[in-house]
Nanobody, 124 residues
């Protein structure tokens, strides 16, 4: 059974860092594009970052470029999102998702399995 489980969220002060993890099971992680999305209260889910198979295609939404880094460990079947220099506007529930192809996409329609999400709150 395909399963994605996020962890690593929490409360952090502005300027701080968090590392989110997404543990995948039931499929071979390195055969799919993987994305990170977030959804803040009252807003639609937006693509934050994604990576294609072989790291040949990556995406970062403009608001996180230079601050966030996506990576994966194909041995442990885990995807990470390192978040540095966090801002209050980064506050949201963060989700990881499996893409329908080997490519990277920032659109929710291009993903077929989703984790339950982990809360990230950036506040002083």
């Amino acid at each position: 059974q395909v399963q994605l489980v996020e962890s690593g969220g929490g409360l952090v002060q502005p300027g701080g860092s968090l590392r989110l993890s997404c543990a995948a099971s039931g499929f071979t992680l390195d055969a799919y594009g993987i994305g990170w999305f977030r959804q803040a209260p009252g807003k639609e889910r937006e693509g934050v970052s994604c990576m294609g198979v072989g790291d040949g295609n990556t995406y970062y939404v403009d608001s996180v470029k230079g601050r966030f880094t996506i990576s994966r460990d194909n041995v442990t079947n885990t995807v990470y999102l390192q978040m540095n220099s966090l801002k209050p506007e980064d506050t949201a529930v963060y989700y990881c998702a499996r893409g329908v192809s080997t490519y990277c996409s920032g659109h929710t329609a291009e993903y077929d399995y989703w984790g339950q999400g982990t809360q990230v709150t950036v506040s002083s």
